[in-house]
């Protein structure tokens, strides 16, 4: 709202700033849309836009030849994503806000390891993980990926969630009991609506984190059952063996990025922050 | 509406640290009691005890009539403002103030009709339809105080709530909130550090020290009849000057001359050496237009003035002074209590606007020994009004933590000897 009071060179340069970064970050995905667009011909042709636009590669990892691998990968993706989302925001909800709101013994701790456990290299308990998957029979399953997701995805959300639940006042659970408001009715209508803006934000964070990971999904799966699509893409194979999968590993890279966008866009409302201003004075 | 009553109430918290100490207070229906102290000195603990959000640890808290100890905040049905308005910011400013009605399941058409009353009554209704982070700090004030009388609460609890505001606005809000516990007349506790709010709002005033009650009284009494050295210091502005004294056969020795009090102020002052002297800035004045009528009630004394500040309608006047180094380490104590620093010992005068007397020359000025009270200086106890309550000459009401029901018009305490 202050954009009116902005002087025109200071707004001008505002937008070019502005455009450099949207080019910085999109170019490389508009290359992948590009090249997901290109005839294995026009791959290394060196041109930024397809001579021909052909659907060969969708058609690729979607009806033909690669559709066993990537449709069941996508599947595995957004189950394992989904599922290890959503206990880790359940979770680390019931943990911020007894962190946030309550006085016990070992806050700290809690706090400090869930900070170590998020800052210890994946790479370095992968191997152990491994083997210690294959005796008890959780390798190449969706459990087997879940636990090690919630490893990544807890702390980030014990932290961003406690954060976010501190900034709550206290004061307005109190004001509701005073107006007649059960501890449960305070948290339902006072908390929850307040608290939703922060657990939707974790979600979507936790829901990267889990999509994005390769480590793990690469190690600790060997078949369709549990592989995800950062894995699965290694495994693709051109259409002969002196061939490059590239235009396919564009397509499903796009097809990938889809869900993503998608959630982004239908939560970005929800993720307004400042919903909590105007609370208290101040 | 209901009457509160508190007896030996006790917080002692899990560091052992006891916030409020046996507290007795009897809070009659539809009285307006504030509740005043330094920071730190328990009232908004007393007051949170009252709601209850706070547990308490030993004592028994009566509400109407019903003991309220074990009672959770919904079911004890009152009405608390915070001192930061604690709206609800996801809601209008309408569904706030009807937030307490939505709970209690009122009816659509009652919570309509009565969220409107409310918001007449605080002018809000063209605010109804807003979010609390887009008005101001008045208005959302205004709401909290909205959410407060919408319900037929037993009593209203005031924490601070004029803190946040500007100064003028605080001023307004003052008579606001006056004029609306008249006009509703329901019981009200209000807690406060500000001592124009406490004088000016209370029917009663409980003045709180480290959680232990001084002196419940009408503001008029605390302002006269103070019981000790901390109500003294604590009710007034500027606040009260004292004086070191050393008795010497019935006769009071002071940087100022020789004293004797007269005998509506007399007190016992047997077996002691020294005391202090404690006079309001108005009850000196510019010896020069002192009436003749009114001067042998008093002594003049020279002191040099080295600052005066005019204000219009009258003007203070500082008189540095040297006073022995226990009883100056005694005040700069009292001071550090009080939130404020000593930097110096000083009587501060009021005089009449009229008066022209110069900066940094001796002047003679005249002292009202009618007006001025005598304090043991170990204990603090104020020797004057316990003299006159032997004498039964005025009732003040008891030190400790005994605020008995409001005087009735027939039996209040008998002014003190003023004309």
Redesign the interface.
């Known amino acids: 709202m202050d954009e009116g009071q902005l002087s025109r060179g200071t707004k001008a340069w505002w937008w070019v700033a502005g455009i450099a970064v949207i080019v910085y970050a999109l170019f490389p995905v508009a290359w992948i849309v590009s090249l997901s667009f290109k005839t294995p011909s026009d791959l290394a042709n060196l041109q930024f836009l397809p001579t021909n636009w052909v659907w060969d590669n969708y058609d690729n990892i979607l009806v033909g030849d690669a559709q066993n691998l990537f449709l069941s990968a996508l599947r595995n993706s957004v189950g394992i994503s989904l599922i290890a989302t959503f206990i880790s925001v359940v979770l680390a909800t019931f943990a911020a806000y007894a962190i946030a709101r309550l006085d016990f013994p070992g806050k700290r701790l809690i706090l400090t390891t869930a900070l170590a456990v998020a800052i210890f290299p994946v790479i370095s308990i992968v191997t152990p993980l491994f083997n210690l998957w294959r005796n008890i029979g959780l390798y190449d399953t969706w459990p087997g990926l879940i636990i090690p997701y919630l490893s990544l995805t807890l702390p980030i959300s014990i932290w961003t969630l406690s954060a976010f639940f501190r900034q709550i006042p206290w004061e307005l659970e109190q004001a509701a009991q005073v107006d007649g408001a059960t501890t449960w009715q305070a948290f339902r209508k006072v908390i929850v609506p307040l608290a939703t803006p922060g657990v939707f934000t974790t979600a979507i964070i936790s829901f990267f984190i889990a999509w994005n990971d390769f480590v793990y999904g690469i190690s600790l799966t060997s078949t369709e059952a549990a592989r995800p699509v950062p894995a699965a893409l290694a495994f693709f194979t051109g259409a002969s063996q002196f061939e490059e999968p590239t235009g396919a590993i564009a397509a499903a890279a796009v097809v990938v990025t889809i869900p993503v966008v998608i959630l982004v866009l239908l939560f970005q409302r929800r993720i307004v922050s400042g919903l909590t201003q105007g609370a208290v004075k101040g | 509406m209901a009457a509160i009553t508190l007896k030996d109430i006790n917080k002692t918290y899990g560091d052992g640290f006891r916030a409020v100490q046996d507290v007795n207070l009897e809070i009659a229906d539809g009285e307006f009691v504030i509740l005043v102290g330094p920071s730190g000195c328990g009232k908004s603990t007393l007051l949170r005890m009252i ?3 706070e547990d308490i640890t030993s004592g028994e808290m009566f509400i109407g009539g019903q003991r309220v100890n074990e009672k ?3 079911d004890r ?4 403002v ?1 001192q ?7 809601l209008t400013v309408y569904e706030n103030i009807a ?2 009605l939505r ?2 399941k009122t009816p659509d058409k009652e919570v309509d009709e009565r969220v409107r009353r409310a918001a007449d009554l605080l002018e809000l209704n063209e605010h109804l339809e807003r ?5 101001s ?1 008045g208005q ?1 004030q205004r709401v909290a105080m909205g ?1 407060a009388i919408v ?1 037929e609460a037993q009593a209203f609890l005031f924490d601070e709530p004029l803190s ?1 505001l500007d100064a003028k606005l605080r001023g307004q809000m003052r008579t606001e909130i006056s004029r609306l516990q008249k006009r509703l007349g329901i019981t009200t506790v209000y807690v406060t550090h500000d001592q124009v709010e406490a004088m000016t709002l209370g029917d009663r005033v409980v003045v709180l020290r480290r959680g232990v009650v001084q002196q419940v009284a009408t503001p008029r009494e605390l302002y006269e009849n103070p019981v000790n050295l901390f109500v003294a210091g604590f009710i007034g502005s500027p606040p009260m000057n004292f004086i070191s004294a050393t008795v010497v056969g019935g006769r009071l020795h002071t940087p100022f001359g020789e004293w004797t009090l007269p005998e509506s102020r007399s007190a016992d002052l047997s077996g002691r050496e020294v005391v202090l002297i404690g006079a309001r800035p108005e009850a000196f004045e510019d010896a020069s237009i002192v009436s003749d009528t009114v001067r042998d009630h008093g002594v003049v004394f020279d002191a040099t003035i080295d600052v005066t500040e005019w204000l219009g309608n009258e003007q203070y006047a500082y008189v540095p002074y040297e006073a022995p180094e226990d009883i100056r380490a005694q005040l700069a104590e009292l001071e550090r209590e009080l939130d404020s620093e000593a930097l110096r010992t000083q009587l501060v005068v009021a005089l009449d606007a009229s008066s022209r007397i110069p900066e940094g020359t001796p002047a003679s000025l005249w002292l009202d020994l009618r007006r001025v009270h005598v304090f043991d200086p170990e204990t603090g106890e104020n020797l004057t009004v316990k003299a006159m309550a032997q004498r039964g000459e005025a009732t003040p009401e008891p030190a400790r933590g005994n605020g008995g029901p409001p005087a009735e018009p027939g039996d209040s305490p008998a002014e003190p000897a003023a004309p």
Do not use: E, T, W
Request: glycine letters at 6%.
């Open positions: 709601v209850g959000l959770a905040p919904r049905n009152l009405s608390m915070f930061n308005y604690a709206l609800y910011p996801h937030f307490p709970l209690s979010k609390p982070a887009n008005l700090g959302r959410r319900r946040n």
